[in-house]
């Protein structure tokens, strides 16, 4: 088998299987509860937030472990809108984002907020500049992704960051996700306010994620109950969840430090870009610079999901787009707002690696995917 879908989500790993088993196991009482067994579970708990500011260069105080990107995007987001609204309703985003950016946005219009929509580059990113020049007496806040889960596009957070120092009324959300344990980012002093982070993209477990807030940060709890994670996110905590991210998020930085070195996505990802361009028919969509784990191409005139149903023949496992809306074939909403004609926005394929991959793969794949686009341009002749 050959996976190359990692955007959607990654396999996970048997160290953090093995976690979320033990803690299961081990470590049941609910950690509010004031007997022995609950402390253990509130100390186990207190440990693994600290691993995580620690692996992320935060404090503690920061940590909100949640069930994942959507969850982080939601929170942050109409957090930030309904604690903030009596001071304004604007909001600033892209045109290129996530479902869970996108649609939050969308929803928050229903209820009076006004958003400002970028437009990007065809290289999918926005200038630093330009966010400035949206900034309203009446914005609240910035959000978008740091890496695009569609084509790799990377923004210029940091310099974003820099912009939004100079405004400390407007606070910054950061969608983390594709990025992580990949391309690096600094919390530290890079004016960022909010950032969110999922478990499942870095081989961990499906509902775990953080939220990192920011100690100026203040939102609008959307769950209210118990006040635990700091009244953020009320309800018992999923602390076997919690550890098993932790785990997940530091096998990943170690695999990123060893990356460093052999850059073995940077290697995968410039053997694919190449075998690409060299094949007729063939229109890459990612941006040169973007990030080395995902590659997005079009093949016009060919379903992209008859490709993959082919590939799949094959036990070669590739996406469309952002799995959250892979079943949608329609055009790709990224795709034109990167200027993208219909018949290569809605004939989007996207490759994307874990530091698992090997090379060999990736020949593999080209010979098959060759294949495919030959086969079927036979049969529409």
């Known amino acids: 088998m050959i996976y190359f879908d990692n955007s959607a989500t990654t396999k996970p790993h048997p160290e953090v299987i093995e976690s979320f088993a033990k803690v299961s196991a081990n470590y049941f009482a609910n950690s509010s509860s004031i007997h022995p067994l609950g402390g253990q579970v509130e100390?186990?708990?207190?440990?693994?937030?600290?691993?995580?500011?620690?692996?992320?260069?935060?404090?503690?105080?920061?940590i909100i472990f949640t069930s994942g990107g959507t969850e982080g995007n939601n929170t942050a987001i109409k957090g930030?809108?309904?604690?903030?609204?009596?001071?304004?309703?604007?909001?600033?985003?892209?045109?290129?984002?996530?479902?869970?950016?996108?649609?939050?946005?969308?929803?928050?219009?229903?209820?009076?907020?006004?958003?400002?929509?970028?437009?990007?580059?065809?290289?999918g990113t926005v200038s630093?500049?330009?966010?400035?020049?949206?900034?309203?007496?009446?914005?609240?806040?910035?959000?978008?992704?740091?890496?695009?889960?569609?084509?790799?596009?990377?923004?210029?957070?940091?310099?974003?960051?820099?912009?939004?120092?100079?405004?400390?009324?407007?606070?910054?959300?950061?969608?983390?996700?594709?990025?992580?344990?990949?391309?690096?980012?600094?919390?530290?002093?890079?004016?960022?306010?909010?950032?969110?982070?999922?478990?499942?993209?870095?081989?961990?477990?499906k509902g775990t994620g953080l939220l990192y807030v920011n100690h100026t940060a203040k939102l609008y709890p959307l769950l209210h109950g118990g006040s635990q994670e700091s009244g953020i996110r009320s309800g018992t905590e999923n602390v076997a969840g919690a550890v098993s991210f932790v785990k997940a998020l530091r096998l990943i930085k170690e695999k990123q430090d060893i990356q460093k070195k052999d850059n073995i996505l940077k290697t995968l990802h410039d053997k694919l870009m190449k075998e690409l361009s060299q094949l007729e028919g063939i229109e890459i969509n990612?941006?040169?610079?973007?990030?080395?784990?995902?590659?997005?191409?079009?093949?016009?005139?060919?379903?992209?999901?008859?490709?993959?149903?082919?590939?799949?023949?094959?036990?070669?496992?590739?996406?469309?787009?952002?799995?959250?809306?892979?079943?949608?074939l329609t055009e790709s909403h990224v795709l034109v707002a990167c200027g993208k004609t219909k018949e290569v926005s809605?004939?989007?394929?996207?490759?994307?690696?874990?530091y698992e991959n090997k090379e060999e793969e990736v020949d593999i794949f080209v010979k098959e995917i060759k294949k495919a686009i030959q086969q079927f341009k036979e049969v529409l002749r």
């Open 43 to 62: 100390k186990l708990l207190d440990a693994a937030r600290q691993q995580a500011a620690d692996l992320i260069g935060v404090s503690k105080e920061t």
């Open 286 to 328: 990612s941006p040169a610079g973007g990030a080395n784990h995902i590659i997005h191409f079009s093949v016009p005139g060919i379903k992209p999901e008859v490709i993959i149903h082919s590939l799949s023949q094959k036990e070669i496992y590739i996406s469309t787009k952002s799995a959250c809306s892979s079943r949608d």
């Open 80 to 123: 930030v809108a309904l604690e903030h609204q009596s001071r304004g309703k604007h909001i600033i985003t892209t045109q290129a984002e996530h479902p869970s950016i996108h649609d939050t946005c969308r929803s928050l219009e229903k209820l009076g907020f006004e958003i400002t929509y970028m437009p990007v580059a065809e290289d």
């Open 128 to 205: 630093a500049a330009d966010v400035e020049n949206s900034i309203r007496k009446d914005t609240i806040l910035v959000t978008m992704m740091q890496v695009n889960n569609e084509i790799g596009s990377i923004q210029p957070i940091e310099e974003i960051g820099n912009v939004l120092k100079k405004h400390p009324k407007v606070l910054f959300h950061v969608d983390a996700v594709q990025g992580l344990g990949k391309v690096p980012l600094n919390l530290s002093d890079t004016g960022i306010d909010l950032c969110t982070f999922s478990g499942h993209k870095i081989h961990g477990l």
């Open 346 to 354: 809605s004939s989007g394929l996207r490759v994307s690696f874990s």
